[in-house]
């Protein structure tokens, strides 16, 4: 008894090139039960479509395929009339973080279609989107198809699955706070390490050689803007219970300068940001002469309906104050955890992990399905 | 369009009551979508059954009502008569720690019956049970009912979803370490903090405080042999693809000073565990003179298949020294993670957090039931 199952990929960046190497290898590995048939690999301008629903080749894929062979990507209701009419179960990959796709989830999920994606907006956007997409899934009552998003929030690590077992089975979330950009991390891990002596370097320094090494957004402004936690963090505060109407609907602070904000390109931003060097050098020193060390935390309290994403000042032994690398952490206060919080901690970015949630994602999808 | 299941409970201590008190509300939760009857309520001597599998009533339940009303619990293969025949799904929920009861896993797998579980004893005594049960088991190839184990390492800490989704999705786990009890965490968080200054006290009083306060088994021995650590390391082996033949087939390090493994009781050991005290304080006491403090952990290691229980000396800025109360912390190494582990960590035990790691299985196999 083998499941019949066809996914449609839109997406081949670092993630979706991941995922289509993982999901290849999940295909060979569980041949004997599933039948996996991926029948449309999309990018903003081209796909490929397997109009038979034959099996498109996974293995060595990469993104030149579709600029050789392919042909214009289909609409999004020639899409789901596409998936409808294949004869099985049908699966999208939204590996983009396009909010025009985001928006036609509940169109899909209405038509039957599964999702499974790392895309933040679709749950992080005006607030009629996350409400017409629960209304339809049928994993929150409605009669749809299911939707997953695990790597939506800390890529692969287990924060969006631990929050809804900890809410379905009846506990209550008081309280989240933790550091959700591995960018953000990084840089003020190495900006202000705790316990840190060495002569502290300029920030506009930091920013750079993440930059040139590929970690941070071709912009910079676009992990300094806050803007990427603000959304992990809407995310979060829905899903623990809240009405949130936007990720810009409570405090968010932006790290980039009031007068590059309007920098016409991220070099000119680079240029111009050691300029700036000496304000948060001083927000450290002050941080350091405290025995503190400041961090870039997104936190939410359910009590007071508040959320919060900035600087913040943090002892040197606080757990997120000894983070390392890129890491992310979560910590969930809930009524039955009481006091101590149920901490999930790890790499929280990169396109290998945020795939690995995805396809975690589909597996779980898969063990539903009929 | 309502899913009707049929549920039997095994065990009514704390974990059982906790359990009944959650799924009492779950039921209600969920009723426009779920009918949920639980028509079996066992413990060893007496049980309560629904014969026509009508529902027995949930609210304000008290073992008690098994000795009013009870009658003698049905033998195994009468139980899985009676689950098989209810007419629709059904699920066992064993929140016993009988090996008795685990080693009949597989016929009740192989009857379609879906089993939630903390019990340890099924997933780490002999392998060929182990085995047995995932051979049965639907979501492990099997053509049988679904298996469900979340609690049996860290309770409702999500320990066995993530070593899953990572295998699922073709990680390797190379290493796991951490501290997997919260009796031992707490008597050594006790015993000897990281950073404290204050006099060192004798640790048969911490292992009297934590006994007196129902910290500890009724008999601190069961925790001190360090075999519930075992078992649980044993698991984790096992899912990183492991053969380990049974939960003594690798050091573990016991605590139980050897003259007093054959005391007659309780009473007579803790009145004999003073004895011993400066053993203890002298290790604790060269940890310091090295800057760190001693802590039980567990350990393994699997490209050289080793695995380890016992005391570990640790930098006193280690996570495992940092470790507050009885919190549990996992560490899972694994070839995407890489250098930097993927950590969960939070209170690893209790009845009402137990008993949602049950809850969270049920709703899993709930999910996946047609």
């Known amino acids: 008894m083998t499941k019949d199952i066809k996914i449609a990929i839109i997406g081949v960046g670092g993630v979706g090139k991941a995922f289509i190497s993982q999901l290849a290898s999940y295909i060979q590995r569980n041949q004997s039960t599933l039948s996996i048939s991926v029948v449309y690999i999309a990018r903003s301008s081209t796909a490929l479509i397997s109009k038979d629903y034959s099996p498109l080749p996974l293995t060595a894929f990469v993104p030149e395929k579709l600029d050789a062979a392919g042909v214009p990507p289909l609409s999004v209701p020639d899409l789901i009339k596409f998936l409808k009419d294949c004869g099985s179960e049908a699966i999208l990959i939204d590996n983009t973080s396009s909010i ?43 009669s749809g198809g299911y939707v997953f998003h695990e790597s939506t929030v800390g890529a692969g690590l287990p924060v969006i699955s ?32 705790a316990g840190g002596n060495e002569a502290p370097r300029a920030f506009s320094e ?4 993440a930059k040139d090494a590929g970690y941070t957004e071709p912009d910079p402004r676009d992990d300094l803007n806050g803007m990427d936690v603000a959304r992990k963090l809407t995310i979060l505060a829905r899903l623990s219970g809240l009405s ?25 931003f680079m240029t111009n940001l050691p300029n700036y060097d000496a304000d948060m050098g001083q927000l450290a020193e002050e941080a350091k002469k405290e025995g503190k060390v400041i961090r870039f ?23 997120i104050a000894a983070l390392k690398g890129s890491d992310n952490i979560v910590a969930f206060y809930t009524k039955r955890y009481g006091d101590r919080a149920l901490v999930v901690q790890g790499a929280g970015a990169g396109g ?4 690995m949630g995805v396809l975690a994602d589909v597996i779980k999808i898969i063990a539903r399905i009929k």
């Open 244 to 268: 949130i109407a936007s990720p810009t609907s409570f405090p968010v602070q932006s790290l980039i300068p009031k007068p590059l904000e309007s920098a016409s390109s991220a070099q000119e």
């Open 206 to 209: 930091v920013v750079k050689v």
């Open 352 to 355: 290998d992990l945020t795939a």
């Open 100 to 142: 025009e796709l985001a928006s036609q989830y509940p169109e899909f999920l209405k038509s039957g279609i599964h999702i499974a994606t790392p895309n933040k907006k679709g749950f992080s956007s005006e607030e009629s989107l996350w409400n017409d997409i629960f209304a339809a899934a049928g994993n929150s009552g409605g």
């Open 297 to 319: 935390v997104g936190s939410l309290d359910v009590a007071s309906k508040s959320l919060k994403v900035g600087l913040e000042k943090l002892d040197a032994s606080h757990p």
């Open 162 to 193: 631990t929050i809804k077992d900890l809410i379905d089975t009846g506990d209550e979330v008081t309280k989240i706070e933790g550091v959700f950009s591995g960018t953000l991390s990084y840089l003020f891990n190495q900006f202000a390490p």
